[in-house]
């Protein structure tokens, strides 16, 4: 296991037990990509792999030589215009106007561990046995511009993270106007293409497509990661399922701006990157200093995409979150917004979470309205001192009361936001985002505050600070309800706007990195409009963020399904609400909603008083469950079986590490009667134990796990024929939760 160097080849070979990832320095000093996948062994010479003999270019390299083109070759970190016509992964704007560049390969260096990323969330290790690291040195030498390829490979998990930086050795400003976190030049375009995408209330639906010659790409030009494509794709074998066949994974660790683009040129090369949108990016290298990309990972699998989906989540989980949460059970807890939106008093809260006790939920969250002026959308963002009208005590002694009841305190804020109708505004119109000049649109009544600039970041730290540091919180819920438009900073000069983008990420990055580091306790969930900023980037600052506002029991399965693709169970924000369901109308059972949100960081987000006696029962039981097993639900290791995308059913379950017990939740969507049998193959399991079967309302039974994965579990229900004694007939959105003990 490690990174190997051919000194008479110039090849590079990176592998753990699983996977190898191989290069090799090309006549030109540049850097050609061999291969990409399951394990190989170390050997000299794979240079066979490079696959440049047999095509006409249309131009040459070297002069007189017929036999070197950068056309149609593999290349690990590609630029435009020295016999290379696809889209490069780097593209540098000179003084003089040209942007051709030339790194060559200079020097390597390999190491045990990982780098942390300046200013940037990454993975992480927490011991240099963990992980194997080379950077790859290559120089232009016309510019004096260095370039470093850092690549860390896992020795546990079949994953490579990877990132660039680059150093202006040189005399001159460059601009920096295109750079990929990753590039990956692939020898085929037999792959299926998979993306997360979808809108407010729908966010990251499965889509598929097949891989096609010419560009296919989901980005975002928001400036934010966004709710409609999420920066994390799929290449997978036509062939491969959930359970089996080829998988790659590529995940951007970034919260802003991105592309995550293919394309396949008519060899059916396919050249897969990732990383800043290049759309409106560009960033001014001055001598001497720095720019540094955000982090990709990508993950091969040859067990489908459960094995991809689990490396990302135990990566994701142990490595990527941080801090006292990352591995503490979460609270079960209860947010107000659904219960009361704005319209709520001190009383109304206490008794909230006085009812919320009495049925064992642990957390109380006070969302948005608690502050300022802020009655209502269009006032008071920016203003994060307590109504004293609305909380006679503030803050501080609201929370006391609530710990007084025995429950945790958390809070809503939206620090990145301002309406204009608030002091901080008035004090500071030149705070927010606009372009000099222009009309400055609004989104739903507010503004972003300039992020990029220092002093606006300082200012919010100390505002919050100052009330973490007097009041008891737990818990925060950090929301974000609008994307940026007509992006400019007064505080930058012309030739910096095009970097406005990243520099804002950057200052939310830094603002949550100070927050964690003097309220190390406090849990952060991020949220943005429910699920807009869903991603890795901020995973490392909050270990949870809130997947949807829509809590609906049927849409859930979909939205929690495709989140699971990447994302673990610990991190998705997951609520039991209100019937009928405040997004879209429906009535589901409550059974369902509660199963559905189990398979998250439960909570609910209603008044509990409103519930009839029965439905409270039901309650206490779900948050019974929940303690029981959350751990095993967060930790455990989490298969897809039926897909919300493809029919009727949903169905997934997670699996303890030592595989003594399993969960297995089976949903319905539209009854149906009369119905053929059916049966669900689990996964997971060992073979020879014998599982104790339990299930609310069923009798246990016992069964082998080679019987439970190789036969099933007979789903056959009642509406498809007699129903037996004792047992509910099935309805629509109907759900079943089996839980398996081994003996
Ligand atoms: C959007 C969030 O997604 C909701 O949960 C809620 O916090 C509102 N914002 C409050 O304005």
Redesign the pocket.
Known sequence: MGIIFQENTGEFHLYNGQISYLMKILRNGQLGQLYFGKKIPPKEDYGYLLENRYRPASAYVFDNDYSFSLEHLKQEYPAYGTTDFRMPALEILQPNGSRITDFQYVSHKIYKGKPALKGLPATYTESEEEADTLELLLRDELLQIEMTLVYTIFRQENAIARSVRFENKGTAACQITRAMSLSLDLSDADYEWIQFSGAWGRERYVKTRVLQQGIQSVNSTRGGSGHFHNPFVMLKRPTADEFQGEVMGFSLVYSGNFLAQAEVDTYDVTRMMIGINPFGFSWQLEPEKEFQTPEAVMVYSAEGMNGMSQTFHRLYRTRLARGYWRDRERPVLI?N?EATYFDFTEEKLLDIARTAKEDGVELFVL???WFGTRYG?TSGLGDWTPNLKRLPDGIKGLSEKIEALGLKFGL?F?LEMVNKDSDLYRSHPDWIIQTPGRHASHGRKQYVLDFSRKEVVDHIYEMVAALLREAKISYI?W?M?RYITECFSQAYEAKRQGEIFHRYILGVYELYDRLNREFPQILFES????GGRFDPGLLYYAPQC?TS?DSDGLERQKIQYGTSYVYPISSMGAHVSITPNHQLNRITPLKTRGYVAAFGAFGY?LDLARLTPEEREIVREQIRFVKKYRKLIHTGTFYRLLSPFEGNFTAWMVVSQDRRQAIVAYFKTLNDVNREYRRLRLKGLDQSLIYHMSEEGKGQREFYGSELMNIGIITTDASAGEIPQGEEPCCDFWSRMIILEAE
Not at 527 to 530: P, R
């Open positions: 947010n917004w969302d948005d309205g959308e809503w939206e819920k929301d309800n949220c943005a409009s429910g809130w506002d987000e």
